[in-house]
């Protein structure tokens, strides 16, 4: 499957972005999805998970409450609504998937990833 991510952009903080995952290739309907980024310097981190069938979902402790992970199998799309962004929000953006596991948060789970997005939160 490939994996295409855009949506993001430059938001103050407070904002709003919605960022996409268009996969092509293979139904996504037999994907595990997840979100992760990558701020300068660090090492890329777990965001947001998301079952198969979209009922169970997962977030790093940091975005709960703020960030939403929805999927629609039928559009073969991955979404990631990110509200009341923060500074320390800003990083690149990873959508990934991968059809041989439960849903997981753990990086190397996952073996098809798309580009990065690139968020960029400003104070």
């Known amino acids: 499957v490939q994996l295409q991510a855009s949506g993001g952009g430059a938001v103050q903080a407070g904002g709003s972005l919605r960022l996409s995952c268009a996969a092509s290739?293979?139904?996504?309907?037999?994907?595990?999805m997840g979100w992760f980024r990558q701020a300068p310097g660090q090492e890329r981190e777990f965001v947001s998970a998301?079952?198969?069938?979209?009922?169970?979902?997962y977030y790093t402790e940091s975005v709960k409450g703020r960030f939403t992970i929805s999927r629609d199998n039928a559009k073969n799309m991955v979404y990631l609504q990110m509200n009341s962004l923060r500074r320390e929000d800003t990083g690149v953006y990873y959508c990934?998937?991968?059809?041989?596991?439960?849903?997981?948060?753990?990086?190397?789970?996952?073996?098809?990833w798309g580009q990065g997005t690139q968020v960029t939160v400003s104070s």
């Open positions: 990934a998937g991968d059809s041989t596991v439960s849903v997981t948060t753990v990086l190397r789970s996952y073996r098809y």
């Open positions: 290739g293979r139904t996504l309907r037999n994907y595990v």
């Open positions: 998301i079952s198969r069938n979209g009922v169970n979902t």
